[in-house]
């Protein structure tokens, strides 16, 4: 139901463009969350977006990764610029509840994207 496409290798300074396109249910979610998972590390949330537009980033990405949505083609986008090695990490996109500034992940995953960030 979703699926993420868009990654790939690139340099330090490099840009990417992350896509997560939305098919089905998703029963009970308002909004979608990037998330990313670096080997033997947690999978953490990058950036959200509610039905409305509101965004939430993370620390780490803000200034640098936005995150939009196109309605019309149930698709989610995650622009990435001033890619950093750091930035490496398979990312995964997720249908979840937007509640506030608050982001609740819900069980709907798509299939992970790797991002490559070569210094």
């Known amino acids: 139901q979703l699926q993420a496409s868009g990654g790939g290798l690139v340099q330090a300074g490099g840009s990417l463009r992350l896509s997560c396109e939305v098919s089905g249910s998703t029963t009970g979610t308002n909004g979608i969350g990037w998330f990313r998972q670096a080997p033997e590390k947690e999978r953490l949330l990058v950036a959200a977006?509610?039905?409305?537009?509101?965004?939430h980033y993370a620390d780490a990405v803000k200034g640098r990764f936005s995150i939009s949505r196109d309605n019309r083609k149930n698709t989610v986008f995650l622009q990435m610029n001033s890619l950093k090695p750091e930035d490496t990490a398979v990312y995964y996109c997720?249908?979840?509840?937007?509640?506030?500034?608050?982001?609740?992940?819900?069980?709907?995953w798509g299939k992970g994207t790797l991002v490559t960030v070569s210094s």
């Open positions: 977006i509610s039905s409305g537009g509101f965004e």
């Open positions: 997720n249908a979840g509840a937007m509640v506030g500034q608050t982001y609740f992940k819900m069980d709907y």
